[in-house]
């Protein structure tokens, strides 16, 4: 299993989805159209870890987890959910990818205004630093 499809399975099997009512968790970007309030996860960057002998089998990569809301109140609970599933996690993520630890690097709020209803979408994006093995 991929790291991305790993961290799907933590955050959707994670008490985060009972704040969302389902397991609106999507990579990248959601579908058009979906209801909010929703996460999505991005990967920023990978970084394979070196030595000069032989590859240790670690790599260090940053995640991109955004919750979105048309309420503040909620998108920064759901951000605060978030938090709480990743970190300072070790273990076996999604039970199936070994991670050594996961750091919280990050988290700032931005929100946007839709051109036609006029309502405001809020989003809190949240970087995690990820160390695990290959």
Known sequence: MKLGEA????????????????????????????????????????TRIHAMTADPGIQQTRYQISSWSSDYAQVKLLGDKVRAVLQDFSGSLGGSVGVQRIFFDNEVDLSEIDSQTKRPTYQIAQDYIIWYST
């Not at 799907?8 to 579908?31: D, E, H, N, R």
């Not at 979906?34 to 920023?44: D, E, M, R």
């Open 7 to 46: 961290l799907y399975k933590q955050l959707s099997t994670a008490t985060l989805t009972t704040q969302l009512g389902s397991t609106a968790i999507y990579p990248v970007i959601a579908p058009q159209g979906k209801a909010l309030p929703y996460v999505t996860y991005s990967q920023i960057s990978e």
